[in-house]
C-alpha cells in the first residue's frame, strides 16, 4: 500500500529516517487487527489499554472529590455535624499526601503531556469554577479575582499541572529504560 505524499518537511524526514519502521508498520497493519496512525504507533483496545484508562478516570475523579472536600469551608462541615470534616483525623496524613501523588498519577498514566497537564489540572478547573459560582451569593461574583484568592487557585494550578507534567516525565524515563537496547549482550 503507497503512503501519501508529505504534507510537512517533519513527515519527509520521518519518512526517510525510518523506512523499515514505515513499512514494519504497513505490513503490521495488514496481518493484525490493530488500527495504525501515520507515525506507526498501534492503538489496542486490550485490557492493559482498558486498566489504564480506568486507572486514570478513578484518579481524576478522586482528586476532584478530594478538592471538592478541601474547598468546603470548616465551618459549613461543623453545621452538618463533622467538626473535622468528612475525613477522619487519623487519615490526614494520607489525604495530604494523595494530592500529590494523584496528579502525578495522571501524567504517570497519559501518553501524551498535554493530556497529562490537561488531566492533572481538570479537577482544579472545575472545583475551584464550582466554589467561586457556589460562593457567589456569599462573598460576591470577583472572589477568584481578589489578590489572595487568584494567587491561591493560580498556585493549586500550577502545582497540579507541575506534577502531572513530573509524572508523564516518569512515565517517559521509565519507557526509554524499558527499551533500551542492551550493550555487550548477544
Request: proline letters at 8%; a positive charge.
Amino acid at each position: 500500500m503507497q503512503r501519501p505524499a508529505p504534507v510537512s518537511e517533519r513527515g519527509a524526514r520521518e519518512r526517510v529516517s525510518y523506512p523499515a519502521a514505515s513499512s514494519l508498520a504497513a505490513s503490521a497493519a495488514s496481518t493484525s487487527g490493530r488500527r495504525e496512525l501515520d507515525d506507526g504507533r498501534a492503538h489496542t483496545s486490550g485490557p492493559a489499554a482498558i486498566a489504564r484508562v480506568a486507572l486514570l478516570t478513578l484518579s481524576v475523579l478522586a482528586e476532584i472529590i478530594l478538592l471538592l472536600i478541601a474547598l468546603v469551608p470548616q465551618s459549613e462541615w461543623a453545621a452538618r455535624g463533622l467538626p473535622d470534616g468528612p475525613i477522619p483525623r487519623a487519615l490526614y496524613p494520607l489525604v495530604a499526601g494523595l494530592f500529590y501523588v494523584l496528579p502525578a498519577l495522571t501524567g504517570l498514566l497519559a501518553r501524551r503531556w498535554q493530556i497529562a497537564v490537561l488531566l492533572a489540572t481538570l479537577p482544579a478547573w472545575l472545583d475551584l469554577g464550582a466554589f467561586a459560582v457556589a460562593a457567589a451569593a456569599r462573598i460576591g461574583p470577583f472572589y477568584l479575582a481578589q489578590e489572595p484568592h487568584a494567587s491561591g487557585a493560580v498556585g493549586t494550578l500550577e502545582l497540579f499541572a507541575a506534577l502531572g507534567a513530573l509524572g508523564w516525565l516518569a512515565r517517559t524515563g521509565l519507557l526509554m529504560a524499558l527499551n533500551r537496547p542492551k550493550v555487550g549482550r548477544p
